[in-house]
């Protein structure tokens, strides 16, 4: 990490803002002033310039250049310059409070100003090193956070597995990172060049489901105007990933099984058998062995997949890992659009640390995202992240209310599977209104599609996902 070094941006040619900068010249500081906004961006991007400085006039609605929208130059620390700070709009006081690190108004001497940005580049050391801290919680190999003895496990088996051709189950509760583990594994893997792709079981009707995987050739059916390949043909020389292999039905667990034993596929409607050279991983969150046992999943096919396994650990499994998460998605969200929320409140973090996260990792992008949205101060509090503060309970200890939050989040969940995550169905099932089944999944942060919040693919994206509704 760069040390931050004694270099300003100053913005604006205001007189009172050209006597500072001369008079700084006693102080050691080195002063840029761009004359375009890409100026400003390019001294950014050349030097470790971390601090703004910029002298706000009366009839200014905003900073100059349009700082609130580039997020290169919310990113410095700003010392702002005013005449009269009772004399600003509100827009320029609110610009003020939301980003800069702090304001002198008139007299502007020298000393006083120099003291403003040695406290700036305090705060901007201080930021080195707190995000020093928390890349210290990433796997950057992995483009995963957290660091626990959990994650660890994790870590080393990815490693392990990717290092071997062959099938992998991928098991954990929803949202645990099983699909994020996958792509972790073909990154790793001699077919990282190769594609990866996704299908989701769950989601593909019955009716598209063997021509979506195994392709079809011209007339094969009524429809079928065009010779397609299928999902598994187009994965050659790459990782196919079938996540919740689970609601697979069974006809098509023939198939697949067939196609595991042999690597070849026929196209439906097609009589050539074709070579196929891919890498299968699946992932289930339910227990794929009980559904051997109660007929819902073939044996042959369980064994074939199950070569080697992969557990992804329920968040609340490594709770140290919840504020590095938080933080990490925090920083997501905030390079895509700048915001003026500095991070979390003292309180969110006790808070988040108490929550059992039923929709785990998920549940947590869902709900920094959200908060960011909702927060209307610097620091986001349990409030914006839809959590009430539980006081007094530790963790281990779970009140009434817990354990019904749990098995409502679960009824709700095995629900939205079983009616292939139409919300009407599902609500229907559980005898509850379409608009109540919205507030619990909104109450509980479950995702309705299982996958659709997404918002940065974690991975740059050679993939293909099927995700019919
Ligand atoms: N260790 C991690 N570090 C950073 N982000 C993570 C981590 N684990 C999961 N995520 C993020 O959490 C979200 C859910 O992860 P993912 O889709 O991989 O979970 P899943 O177990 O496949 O979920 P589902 O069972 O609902 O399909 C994604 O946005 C993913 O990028």
Redesign the pocket.
Known sequence: MMESSRQIMAIGNHSALQATIEELSHYDWSVFQPDSFHEALSIIGKHDCRIGLAFLEEDTASLPLEMEKASELTALHWVVLVEDVDRLSDKARDLIYSYCFAYRAAPLDSRSVNVLLEGALGMAKLQDRYDAYREGHQNHDLR???DTPV?QHLYRTIHKVASVDAPVLIT?E????????ARAIHELSSRRQGPFNVVNCGALPAGLIQSELFGHEKGAFTGASQRKTGIIENSQDGTLFL?EIGDLPLDMQVNLLRFLETLTVFRVGGLKEIPVDVRVLA?T?VDLEKAVEKGEFREDLFHRLNVLQVQ?PALREHPEDIEP?AN?FFRRFSSDKPVKVRGFSHESLVVMRQHRWPGN??EM?NRVRRSMIMCEHRLISPTDLGLERRNGHSRDTDTLQQVRDTAECEAIKAALVRNKHKVLHAARELSISRVTLYRLLEKHGIDRN??SD?TTP?FPSTSKTIQLT
């Open positions: 995963m956070v957290g994650m954990g929803s949202g645990t990172g099983k699909e994020l583990t996540d992932a969150h992804t998460l990490f990792i998920r992008v299982g996958s997404e974690d």
